[in-house]
């Protein structure tokens, strides 16, 4: 393992993450189970990418048959890419018709910023204290934790608004949230600079998907739409059925938006991506940017993603998230009446997790808590990591096919390291 790492620092560079204060050398996957080099097995409740599966059957060989058979970018004519957008399109309300398909969400998320400049001629976006929206040079501004310390980007024209928090901030309805975009928006407007977007992920899911009520984000979204806005909906992390209740979490909200992006589940691991908006906005993009993307939409990407809708519809996946989702809550929730530690339990769909606290009363965070929680489980062979404004929060989001046996795993698990985490014998 000190070789392996030694290697990658060498090659990679320094501060390349990795996971866990034991790196695991994963080697092969199949379903919701990883194995190391070792031979030891781990189950996964933390990859969303593999959304149907690792190494899925259905999604492998159609991977393979398109590979055998044309490999080429979208400046040539193909049905593939056609075929995929209509029915990806298909799951979306109106107006919501069209498409652009790139290789990573990062790619998608920073067309996003384009579309609502080109829509409105104003280069001021929102976006919470504590999201994270991709990598590139432009997307890397809306994170407080991945501004860059050098180069270009939106210096300047973001205003970052304070995450929702069910736990420790009430706003039911979602009207405080909104007061937060409103100054926001007052503010890009007096300076000069304007306001173009908000951009939120409907589930808040790296602020912890805070508990929300149907329609939580509407008085947000219609703010926006009165200020001239676009509305962009990140689905990345909460798209394609993983909420339960329905395909992709802006509609959960009651919301339609302007611009819907996505990725990492998309291509179940192989690095298909893209973004979904009206024809109007798609008009007025495609009149302001020349934009070609060479991998982004070729036929074998377009195969696998629609062998991921395919598998997605046959085998039922949304409803099954919904169903384990509402089964891990209440297995939480047991945990919680056990241990103090664990202050608040929420759920959506296949996204569930425990938040801890060092005092039930203060509220105050345990993020050094989480940390050995996700380290102890770790070394017991399940494998989940930690998010939120506090990073005190467990993100556990497996991949679709995770069932009531692999949650029974989980939850075992878990109680059996909480003792020795708070010391106990």
């Given at each position: 393992?000190?070789?392996?790492?030694?290697?990658?620092?060498?090659?990679?560079?320094?501060?390349?993450?990795?996971?866990?204060?034991?790196?695991?050398?994963?080697?092969?996957?199949?379903?919701?189970?990883?194995?190391?080099?070792?031979?030891?097995?781990?189950?996964?409740?933390?990859?969303?990418?593999?959304?149907?599966?690792?190494?899925?059957?259905?999604?492998?060989?159609?991977?393979?048959?398109?590979?055998?058979?044309?490999?080429?970018?979208?400046?040539?004519?193909?049905?593939?890419?056609?075929?995929?957008?209509?029915?990806?399109?298909?799951?979306?309300?109106?107006?919501?018709?069209?498409?652009?398909?790139?290789?990573?969400?990062?790619?998608?998320?920073?067309?996003?910023?384009?579309?609502?400049?080109?829509?409105?001629?104003?280069?001021?976006?929102?976006?919470?204290?504590?999201?994270?929206?991709?990598?590139?040079?432009?997307?890397?501004?809306?994170?407080?934790?991945?501004?860059?310390?050098?180069?270009?980007?939106?210096?300047?024209?973001?205003?970052?608004?304070?995450?929702?928090?069910?736990?420790?901030?009430?706003?039911?309805?979602?009207?405080?949230?909104?007061?937060?975009?409103?100054?926001?928006?007052?503010?890009?407007?007096?300076?000069?600079?304007?306001?173009?977007?908000?951009?939120?992920?409907?589930?808040?899911?790296?602020?912890?998907?805070?508990?929300?009520?149907?329609?939580?984000?509407?008085?947000?979204?219609?703010?926006?739409?009165?200020?001239?806005?676009?509305?962009i909906c990140d689905e990345v992390q909460s798209g394609f059925g993983r909420c339960g209740s329905h395909f992709w979490a802006h509609q959960k909200q009651g919301v339609t938006p302007d611009i819907v992006t996505m990725g990492k589940p998309m291509g179940n691991g192989h690095p298909v991506a893209g973004l979904?908006?009206?024809?109007?906005?798609?008009?007025?993009?495609?009149?302001?940017?020349?934009?070609?993307?060479?991998?982004?939409?070729?036929?074998?990407?377009?195969?696998?993603?629609?062998?991921?809708?395919?598998?997605?519809?046959?085998?039922?996946?949304?409803?099954?998230?919904?169903?384990?989702?509402?089964?891990?809550?209440?297995?939480?929730?047991?945990?919680?009446?056990?241990?103090?530690?664990?202050?608040?339990?929420?759920?959506?769909?296949?996204?569930?997790?425990?938040?801890?606290?060092?005092?039930?009363?203060?509220?105050?965070?345990?993020?050094?808590?989480?940390?050995?929680?996700?380290?102890?489980?770790?070394?017991?062979?399940?494998?989940?990591?930690?998010?939120?404004?506090?990073?005190?929060?467990?993100?556990?989001?497996?991949?679709?096919?995770?069932?009531?046996?692999?949650?029974?795993?989980?939850?075992?698990?878990?109680?059996?390291?909480?003792?020795?985490?708070?010391?106990?014998?």
């Open positions: 393992m000190s070789d392996l790492l030694q290697r990658r620092r060498a090659l990679l560079g320094p501060n390349v993450s990795t996971f866990y204060a034991d790196p695991v050398h994963i080697v092969r996957g199949e379903g919701v189970w990883l194995w190391d080099a070792e031979g030891r097995r781990y189950l996964d409740c933390y990859n969303n990418v593999p959304h149907v599966g690792h190494c899925n059957p259905r999604v492998v060989e159609a991977l393979c048959a398109q590979a055998r058979t044309l490999n080429t970018h979208t400046r040539y004519l193909h049905e593939g890419i056609l075929d995929y957008v209509e029915r990806l399109t298909a799951t979306f309300d109106d107006p919501l018709k069209t498409a652009i398909l790139t290789c990573s969400g990062s790619e998608a998320n920073d067309i996003a910023l384009r579309m609502a400049e080109a829509m409105t001629g104003k280069r001021g976006i929102v976006a919470t204290d504590a999201t994270y929206h991709g990598n590139t040079t432009l997307v890397s501004h809306l994170s407080r934790s991945n501004v860059p310390e050098v180069g270009f980007g939106l210096a300047g024209c973001v205003r970052h608004v304070e995450a929702p928090d069910s736990y420790r901030i009430d706003d039911p309805e979602g009207q405080r949230f909104a007061a937060h975009v409103a100054r926001a928006i007052e503010e890009l407007e007096a300076c000069g600079i304007g306001f173009a977007a908000l951009i939120v992920c409907p589930l808040f899911l790296n602020e912890g998907f805070p508990t929300q009520a149907p329609g939580w984000l509407r008085p947000a979204a219609e703010l926006v739409r009165r200020a001239g806005g676009v509305l979904v908006t009206s024809p109007e906005i798609m008009a007025r993009f495609r009149g302001s940017f020349r934009y070609f993307n060479t991998f982004g939409g070729n036929p074998v990407s377009c195969a696998v993603a629609m062998a991921v809708l395919d598998e997605l519809e046959d085998k039922q996946w949304q409803q099954h998230a919904a169903r384990i989702g509402r089964l891990a809550r209440e297995r939480l929730q047991t945990l919680a009446e056990k241990y103090e530690v664990i202050g608040d339990v929420r759920a959506s769909g296949m996204v569930f997790g425990a938040e801890f606290v060092r005092d039930r009363r203060t509220r105050e965070p345990a993020a050094d808590c989480a940390d050995r929680v996700v380290n102890a489980m770790r070394e017991r062979g399940i494998l989940l990591s930690k998010l939120g404004r506090h990073k005190n929060t467990l993100k556990i989001r497996p991949p679709m096919p995770f069932g009531e046996d692999h949650l029974d795993l989980l939850i075992e698990t878990l109680d059996e390291v909480m003792p020795g985490i708070l010391g106990q014998p």
